[in-house]
């Protein structure tokens, strides 16, 4: 049975909505707020800045990360920047229009409501930031720089050299350990989380595994965030880190939590190629690059050998510029990355797989001379030296479409609350506020604004409402921690006895479940290719349960850690078939052939489709239930998304 | 057009450090790889040894990485003798098989030092870093709305050099370096930083001091200006940063009001 799901979006206009929000929540007074405790798990920018401010506010935290420290999270690799509704550049900027960017951008599946609070808190991000020391870059003026982001014709995004997610992390990881010093915050750091605890249809705390022991252990509390991140690694080639994973979120879905949109997947036009078959991750190159950079391939195609500085500007096509003339190269990424593979499917690709375009740096090098182009790139251009062993001051780079970021996620309603009571989702790890297509800089922006400025209110307004309940404490002797700790190591138990006899490495496996995700799940998703890809992960499914090598012992096992990942990541991969199946359009990231317009875009149906697809998981090998979210569109008119 | 090296291979012998457990005794493991592809990252072919290691049934190498793009500061190996191998100004994962030459033998080991006990194999616990940051890494500043974020003018040149400071990614290579074993390019690092920018000015002499206490607490040496560290760092940290550090702790601990604020929230000064 399906069920409409309600978001909770508090009355009044547009405008006025979390103001109401506000105005109307229950409060904690003072002296009760040391009587809570809230766990929350992750460090990147959601879960680092959630941990510090409901520190601040005076409920004891608990905050758990699978590293050594908190300040090795994704959060930290982000590069290009961050957005904010500043306006300072004066070029007509507002809370209303990154709100419509973000909309338009998400090509109208994402929650009004969310998107407009999202902008509203953007700017007040930039004045903590800065406050905690964070070094933005500047002009001589002594005032902040701002730059432009694809898919907006304003300069909002604020930045730290190539190392934006860095700078922004140590500001929140500085926070979160002002409050570990005063005591309000105790730190589980090797931790990995591997299930929710459920008491009386409360979420009360969580099962971890101490990754450098191997010991289980249980955390009890009075609520719950998970801020762990997307799950691009179901690809096994991405941008995303190493240990980037799903498992957290998956869990808690497979104890009730409603997965949101798990087929949007994010897939970044600019992307060091594929180089071989024994690569473990890819590296981005920031889409900043797109200011100056231009991007192109060989109009013929026994051009696609040649040294690219030999081929006349006229026998070049510059084909974003081309295609999208008032965006040009700074068009949104699913639409640019589409772009670049089907040029490279016409056979216009470039570098010796074919799977490759050029990023051109010559007429801004030109244009502003080397040095400035140095002077704004030049880290970047350092690792693409270092990596490919060639200097993009002298050749263009070449580049490619490869997965980064996961718009779907766990379920949440306004206060980013999920189906199971008393646990909440922010950052990428909720299927957020960017709906089929998320913009540049707008990661780092709602990370910050769900743990700085909506989860403080909000994880109040339940503290506070479930007062009578929650004062009650339960302690970690509970039925339900013992059962859920009992699955927890039957299950390693399970894989690391299966391990014995098999002959398929975890690395094997996993290889072979990214490439059926990419070549099924990616960029173009075809009926038949999704139903093929079912087929071949319920085959991988079974390797895993019945021919996995698994060596070594239960204290620190990275083996063992990334074997518990792929299981969940299996059973993610086919859930993000069946829900690209079912979605029959086409939008943003998610592109099925069958749905596009003469000239190639993508053909949304909003008759059918303006809504979320929630889905219920029912057990291991059963099929799971799809229920809806009706987005509502009071504000913005739908129309077809043109960047022409 | 791929590389001209792309399809280029070698052959390589591989001493790994082996260790069970933070008491056990480690010992100099030796493996052979054959065709490691040039244009591999030197983690990867740490990866494909794994594999071979588990195929043949025993535990495979133990050895930390996340972004593997340089900036997370996780990955941690001492290379033919040198904290993230020979490669000035990269990190282990940034470095390259192309480095290495045909026949080579290559040495790996974990950092060593007495504040980073090993875990096991190549993994150390380097948590003494985070109780550094603790013990005042940050600005007073509150989470919450603040002032326009324009209303403190920073000049160009302060903030540069401020994100000069900043870029460090925690990785301990400085210490893995430093023949004493002192962590006093990281520490700079952040007080430099803090106290070159307006918003770190209100707490800047408790921070220096509770920093460094808490540093020479965790059993790392001192400096002796060996300049070690500032070779090793992948983020090229500037050891000027460590003169600015004794100089901003000589002027802390000799300043009257320091003491009489060292107990209150928002310090002296
Ligand atoms: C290379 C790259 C560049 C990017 N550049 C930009 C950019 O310029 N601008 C932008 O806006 N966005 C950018 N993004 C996207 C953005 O960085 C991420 O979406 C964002 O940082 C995610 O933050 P987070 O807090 O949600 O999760 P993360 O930073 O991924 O943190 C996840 C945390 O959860 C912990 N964790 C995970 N699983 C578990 C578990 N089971 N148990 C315990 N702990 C767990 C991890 O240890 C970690 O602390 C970029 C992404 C990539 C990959
Ligand atoms: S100062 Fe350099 S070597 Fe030391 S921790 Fe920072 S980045 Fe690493
Ligand atoms: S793995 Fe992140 S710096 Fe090397």
């Known amino acids: 049975m399906s069920i409409e799901l309600n978001p909770g979006i508090p009355e009044g206009p547009l405008s006025q909505k979390w103001d109401n929000y506000k105005a109307n929540m229950k409060l904690v007074n003072p002296a009760n707020k040391r009587k809570y405790s809230v766990i929350v798990v992750g460090t990147g920018l959601a879960g680092a800045s959630a941990a510090a401010s409901l520190a601040e506010l005076g409920y004891e935290v608990k905050s758990f990360c699978t590293h050594d420290s908190a300040r090795r999270a994704h959060s930290i690799a982000a590069q290009g920047g961050i957005n904010a509704a500043k306006s300072y550049p004066n070029d007509g900027d507002s809370v209303w229009r990154l709100f419509y960017d973000t909309i338009k951008g998400g090509d109208y599946r994402a929650r009004e409501a969310n998107v407009y609070r999202l902008a509203q808190n953007s700017t007040s991000i930039i004045d903590q930031c800065v406050s905690q020391g964070v070094p933005f870059a500047r002009e001589y003026s002594g005032e902040l720089a701002n730059r432009s982001f694809g898919g907006a014709q304003v300069s909002r995004t604020f930045y730290a050299r190539g190392q934006t997610g860095q700078q922004l992390l140590l500001g929140a990881y500085s926070q979160l350990m002002k409050e570990v010093d005063k005591g309000k915050v105790t730190l589980f750091p090797y931790r990995e989380m591997l299930d929710v605890v459920m008491v009386d249809g409360k979420a009360r705390g969580i099962i971890t595994r101490n990754v450098t022991t191997g010991e289980i252990e249980r955390h009890a509390a009075d609520a719950v965030v998970l801020a762990t991140g997307g799950y691009g690694r179901v690809y096994f080639l991405s941008t995303n880190a190493m240990n980037s994973n799903v498992t957290a979120i998956w869990r808690a879905h497979r104890r009730g939590a409603l997965f949101g949109n798990p087929c949007y997947v994010q897939i970044h036009p600019t992307c060091i190629p594929v180089s071989g078959n024994y690569q473990a991750k890819l590296t981005l190159m920031s889409e900043s690059l797109r200011n100056d950079g231009r991007v192109w391939v060989p109009k013929k195609k026994e051009d696609c050998k040649k040294d690219p500085s030999s081929i006349p500007d006229e026998d070049r096509d510059y084909y974003l510029e081309r295609k999208y003339p008032s965006f040009g190269n700074l068009a949104p990424r699913d639409i640019s990355s589409r772009a670049a593979k089907e040029v490279c499917d016409e056979g216009r690709g470039v570098g010796e797989s074919g799977l490759a375009v050029y990023l051109d740096f010559r007429d801004a090098i030109k244009r502003d001379g080397e040095a400035a182009i140095r002077e704004r790139y030049g880290n970047l251009f350092d690792m693409y030296h270092e990596i490919t062993n060639e200097n993009p001051y002298r050749s263009p780079m070449r580049i490619y479409p490869a997965v980064h970021y996961t718009m779907g996620g766990l379920w949440v309603d306004y206060s980013l609350q999920t189906t199971l009571p008393g646990l909440f989702a922010a950052g990428e790890a909720n299927f957020s506020d960017h709906g089929a297509n998320r913009l540049g800089a707008s990661a780092l922006m709602q990370g910050l604004s769900d743990g700085y400025f909506i989860l403080p209110y909000t994880v109040t307004n339940y503290l506070g409402t479930h007062a009578q309940d929650l004062l009650k404490k339960v302690d970690v002797n509970h039925a339900a921690f013992e059962s859920a700790e009992k699955e927890v190591r039957a299950e390693i138990d399970r894989m690391l006895e299966n391990g014995k006899k098999g002959k398929r490495t975890v690395t094997e496996i996993y290889r072979d479940l990214g490439k059926v995700v990419w070549d099924k799940i990616g960029m173009a998703r075809s009926e038949q290719g999704l139903k093929e890809a079912l087929a071949e992960i319920e085959k991988l499914q079974k390797d895993f349960d019945t021919d996995l090598l698994l060596t070594g012992d239960s204290k620190l096992n990275k083996n063992l850690e990334m074997a518990g990942r792929l299981r969940d990541l299996l059973e993610l991969g086919a859930l993000m078939a069946r829900d690209a199946l079912e979605r029959k359009e086409s939008c943003g990231g998610h592109f099925r052939v069958e749905s596009q317009t003469p000239d190639g875009e993508a053909q949304r149906d909003d008759e059918n489709f303006a809504h979320v697809a929630a889905w219920e998981y029912k057990g291991k090998g059963q099929v799971p239930v799809r229920h809806q979210e009706k987005l509502v569109y009071e504000n913005v008119k739908l129309s077809v998304r043109s960047y022409k | ?269």
């Not at chain 2, 495979?60 to 190996?77: K, V």
């Not at chain 2, 994962?93 to 006990?117: N, S």
């Not at chain 2, 940051?133 to 209303?151: I, L, R, S, V």
């Not at chain 2, 460590?242 to 107990?263: S, T, V």
């Open chain 2, 1 to 269: 057009m791929m590389s001209a090296s792309q399809s280029k291979t070698i052959n390589i012998r591989l001493r790994v450090w082996r260790q069970e457990s933070r008491e056990a005794q480690g010992f100099f493991e030796e493996h052979e790889l054959k065709g490691v592809l040039v244009d591999m990252s030197f983690l990867e072919m740490l990866d494909v040894l794994n594999e071979q290691i588990i195929k043949s049934g025993k535990r495979p190498l133990e050895f930390e990485s996340d972004c593997r793009e340089g900036i997370c500061g996780t990955c941690s190996l001492v290379v033919q003798g040198q904290a993230h191998g020979p490669v000035r100004g990269a990190t282990t994962c940034q470095l390259y098989m192309r480095t290495f030459t045909d026949g080579e033998t290559i040495t790996i080991e974990p950092w060593r030092a007495k504040a980073f006990p090993v875990i096991r194999d190549l993994v150390t616990d380097r948590r003494a870093f985070d109780r550094i940051q603790m013990a005042g890494g940050y600005t007073g500043a509150k989470t919450g709305p603040h002032a326009d974020a324009n209303a403190i003018l920073i000049p160009k040149d302060l903030a540069d050099r401020a994100m000069d400071a900043a870029a460090c990614i925690g990785c301990g290579a400085c210490v893995a370096a430093c023949p004493n074993a002192s962590a006093s390019l990281f520490t700079s690092a952040k007080v430099t930083q803090l106290a070159l920018l307006p918003q770190g000015q209100a707490d800047r002499k408790r921070r220096v001091i509770r920093m460094v206490d808490q540093m020479d607490k965790e059993g790392f040496g001192s400096c002796s200006n060996l300049q070690e560290c500032e070779a090793a760092c992948p983020k090229k940290i500037s050891i000027q940063n460590i003169a600015i550090m004794k100089q901003e702790y000589l002027k802390a601990a000799l300043a009257a009001d320091f003491r009489a604020g060292m107990g209150s929230a928002d310090g002296g000064a």
